[in-house]
């Protein structure tokens, strides 16, 4: 199963309110990352968690808020976003060892108004 | 610094083939990608080199020279549904994704 699956797929919302992606993954690596992708650039890292632990935060503001529940779950919490962070939002994951390849998920559509 | 080049756009003609090539230049290696990505989608993975030689996968083959800096994407018996953007990208010492332009593949009828 190579499976990395988000929710939900399109996500409309206005500066004010608070929201949340969600990611899940059952191929059992232990890295989990949050990318942001503007139309025509590639993917922008965002965070990284390593089992469980976030690693690596590339300087994203604050309104932005990773969690990590479990092995599985990544969660990215939204909160007075800007309509400049409109974006595709994917998660990935990573395995281990010969199994090195990264897998993302569909992605969810942001649209902050 | 750490560098990623490959051409921004290819045409090709439905049934052909065409070669995407990727230089780069990274502090660290630890693997090359290509993925597809169709407008308004997730990447999808196409292949990943660790070591140097061709990787063939149905009518997609990848090519990494570590030596040259130097990967190529090869695609056979083009369909038009292959029209899509190619990022090539490299995993950097600290298994970061250091990622290409990408090339806007358009293939014609």
């Known amino acids: 199963d190579t499976e990395v699956t988000q929710t939900p797929k399109h996500l409309v919302m206005g500066m004010t309110n608070k929201k949340s992606l969600k990611c899940e993954q059952h191929m059992g690596h232990r890295a989990m990352y949050w990318y942001k992708q503007k139309a025509k650039k590639p993917p922008e890292l965002m965070f990284v968690y390593s089992y469980e632990k976030l690693s690596i935060n590339e300087s994203v503001p604050s309104r932005f808020s990773p969690e990590c529940p479990n092995s599985s779950l990544l969660n990215l919490h939204l909160h007075a976003l800007q309509p400049e962070d409109s974006a595709l939002y994917l998660c990935?994951?990573?395995?281990?060892?010969?199994?090195?390849?990264?897998?993302f998920g569909p992605g969810t559509r942001l649209t902050v108004l | 610094g750490q560098n990623i080049d490959q051409p921004t756009e290819m045409t090709a003609t439905e049934g052909a083939i065409v070669q995407i090539n990727c230089t780069y230049q990274t502090s660290g290696f630890n693997g090359l990608f290509w993925y597809q990505q169709h407008a308004g989608e997730a990447p999808t993975f196409l292949s990943y080199?660790?070591l140097d030689g061709l990787e063939e996968k149905g009518r997609f083959s990848s090519f990494l020279s570590r030596s040259k800096g130097y990967s190529y994407l090869l695609l056979k018996e083009l369909q038009m549904k292959d029209s899509a953007s190619y990022l090539c990208?490299?995993?950097?010492?600290?298994?970061?994704?250091?990622w290409g332009a990408g090339t806007k593949l358009i293939i014609k009828p």
């Open positions: 990208a490299v995993w950097d010492s600290n298994y970061q994704l250091i």
């Open positions: 080199n660790v």
């Open positions: 990935a994951t990573k395995g281990s060892g010969d199994t090195d390849t990264q897998y």
